[in-house]
């Protein structure tokens, strides 16, 4: 398989030899599922927006409310286990934050996914699977932009519970706070 500028992806990597690989490329994003090297396609202005959103209210969200916890934007990577690794498209995980240097975060609480065409198959079913691998990870969110809505997978006491938002907001504890559909969708169309 051949990623951007026809760079071939290497195949059988464990995560630390795909974040060693990664970090040298010049472009693209990538993600490591059962040690095969995955391109992420370009994205539509739309899931652009709607990442860029969420990530701005989780920041906003957190801020004053005393929460030792930091927002990060897409471009960081959640390691599964060894052969495995995604890069949600926004997170949040409790402080203090990585070195500057760092390729991941290794305790995130929530992670969030954009949905598009070509990912909403792995989105549901690999990395729901995977994400609650990660013994920290209480909350993973599944943004719809197309249907305004958000699939809200929560680490239950015995299994993962799930529920759709299409209104309102949603109360995510941990880590205590509020994310209203509104700012992550923009304003309702008419």
């Given at each position: 398989m051949l990623g951007p500028m026809n760079v071939a992806l290497p195949k059988s990597l464990n995560v630390d030899q795909f974040l060693a690989w990664a970090a040298r490329q010049g472009e693209g994003k990538y993600e490591l599922v059962d040690g095969v090297v995955i391109m992420q396609q370009t994205q539509q202005w739309g899931h652009?927006?709607?990442?860029?959103?969420?990530?701005?209210?989780?920041?906003?969200?957190?801020?004053?409310?005393g929460l030792q916890f930091f927002a990060a934007p897409d471009g960081m990577t959640v390691r599964i286990n060894n052969r495995m690794a995604f890069e949600p498209d926004a997170l949040?995980?409790?402080l203090p934050?990585?070195?500057?240097?760092?390729l991941e975060i290794p305790n995130?609480?929530?992670?969030?996914e954009v949905l598009s065409p070509s990912t909403a198959r792995i989105d549901a079913t690999t990395k729901l699977?995977?994400?609650?691998?990660v013994e920290s990870v209480q909350h993973y969110l599944i943004l719809d932009p197309e249907d305004r809505t958000v699939t809200h997978h929560k680490r239950g006491a015995t299994a993962i519970e799930t529920r759709v938002v299409?209104?309102?907001?949603l109360s995510l504890n941990p880590p205590?706070?509020?994310?209203?559909?509104a700012d992550i969708f923009g304003a309702a169309r008419a």
């Open positions: 652009a927006k709607v990442k860029a959103r969420v990530f701005k209210a989780l920041e906003r969200a957190l801020e004053g409310r949040v995980a409790p934050e990585p070195a500057d240097d760092s995130p609480v929530i992670v969030v699977r995977g994400y609650f691998e299409s209104e309102g907001s205590g706070l509020e994310l209203r559909l």
